[in-house]
């Protein structure tokens, strides 16, 4: 069985910064494209960044200036640091990754981590 676990989530000030987090765990025999979406209420989900294995990246509209996507490949991680959040951030934000289990290569989701952007 393949996991994404994100943490990190939570509530910070406008103008702040956060750094999510997403593990990948169980029967992995390689990960290619790692990336987070978002969701806030009423609206639908959207792409914020999304990173290949030799580390090339892309993200949404406007967010590069602010967000960075990494990825730790030795330890099947996948992070997001945010800076300069502000109320237009607040969403749940999933972890996603294209991943080959030896048996099946299919996309897997997290369960998502909360992020409120308030004063």
């Known amino acids: 069985q393949v996991q994404l676990v994100e943490s990190g989530g939570g509530e910070v000030r406008p103008g702040g910064s956060l750094r999510l987090s997403c593990a990948a765990s169980g029967s992995i025999l390689r990960i290619y494209t790692m990336g987070w979406s978002r969701q806030a209420p009423g609206k639908q989900r959207e792409l914020v960044a999304r990173?290949?294995?030799?580390?090339?990246?892309d993200y949404g509209d406007s967010l590069k200036a602010r967000f960075t996507v990494s990825r730790d490949n030795a330890k099947n991680t996948l992070y997001l640091d945010m800076n300069s959040v502000g109320p237009e951030d607040t969403a749940a934000y999933y972890c996603?990754?294209?991943?080959?289990?030896?048996?099946?290569?299919?996309?897997?989701w997290g369960q998502g981590t909360q992020v409120t952007v308030s004063s």
């Open positions: 996603h990754a294209t991943i080959d289990s030896g048996r099946i290569t299919r996309n897997y």
């Open positions: 990173i290949l294995s030799d580390g090339s990246a």
